[in-house]
């Protein structure tokens, strides 16, 4: 029903910043809330940012509050993942996720709440 592409990852230092963007296509009706999550070499995928439908309301893990700022354009079919003062720690693949269903409005932690995914893209933070 829908297709996403991720964009904007790279190589770049500890201390840069990078900018996601996370592009929705295809029968977008039903799309809801986004978020991403990002898995590294030998760890779980975990949970990074979501936004909810609206775009007024956010969750971010605790180990990138005050660093990463998700934001979606006002057509709600486009995410962004503002990533600040990098550390390679945050070398990962990052995800793109989005909510596919009617009531899925609220911005929401759980990876299985999302219904669609883009395909990845690479982030590495070099020190």
């Known amino acids: 029903q829908v297709q996403l592409v991720e964009s904007g990852g790279g190589l770049i230092q500890a201390g840069g910043s990078l900018r996601l963007s996370c592009a929705a296509s295809?029968?977008?009706?039903?799309?809801?809330?986004m978020g991403w999550f990002r898995q590294s070499p030998g760890k779980e995928r975990e949970f990074v940012a979501s936004?909810?439908?609206?775009?007024?309301?956010?969750l971010y893990a605790d180990s990138v509050k005050g660093r990463f700022t998700i934001s979606r354009e006002n057509d709600k079919n486009t995410a962004y993942l503002q990533m600040n003062s990098l550390k390679p720690e945050d070398t990962a693949v990052y995800y793109c996720?989005?909510?596919?269903?009617?009531?899925?409005?609220?911005?929401?932690?759980?990876?299985?709440?999302?219904?669609?995914w883009g395909q990845g893209t690479q982030v590495t933070v070099s020190s």
């Open positions: 996720g989005l909510r596919y269903t009617s009531s899925g409005y609220a911005a929401t932690t759980r990876e299985d709440e999302y219904n669609y």
């Open positions: 936004i909810s439908w609206s775009g007024d309301s956010t």
């Open positions: 295809g029968r977008t009706l039903s799309s809801r809330a």
